[in-house]
């Protein structure tokens, strides 16, 4: 199983950016798919997440109404477009997949991607 993310990198505050995770070995449409990001010396924090059809997503309050996640399942591939960046939303940018449990634990998800770095600059 890999999953790989890209279009992380570096933006104005108020800016946008989006990121891409592709996946492959696994049975994608089985998954819940999950944004996580991790700032330095700081926890793995809940981003969003979205179930197998794309019909139930759920967000972090902090990103709620910036960020909007979404899948391709034709495509093995799932999305966060992220607008109206803050400094606070600087971090390596994670996806990740699940099965099971609850949507905002990262110990419930199975595999990760290697991560894509995020900076918002003042």
């Known amino acids: 199983v890999e999953l790989v993310e890209s279009g992380g990198g570096w933006v104005q505050t108020g800016g946008s950016l989006r990121l891409t995770c592709a996946a492959s070995g696994l049975t994608f449409r089985s998954y819940v798919m999950g944004w996580f990001r991790q700032a330095p010396g700081k926890d793995r924090d809940f981003v969003s997440a979205?179930?197998?059809?794309?019909?139930?997503?759920f967000y972090a309050d902090s990103v709620k109404g910036r960020f909007t996640i979404s899948r391709d399942n034709a495509k093995n591939t799932v999305y966060l477009e992220m607008n109206n960046l803050k400094p606070e939303d600087t971090a390596v940018y994670y996806c990740?997949?699940?099965?099971?449990?609850?949507?905002?634990?990262?110990?419930?998800?199975?595999?990760w991607g290697q991560g894509t770095q995020v900076t918002v600059s003042s």
């Open positions: 979205q179930n197998w059809s794309g019909g139930r997503t």
């Open positions: 990740a997949a699940s099965t099971s449990g609850s949507y905002y634990l990262p110990v419930n998800y199975a595999y």
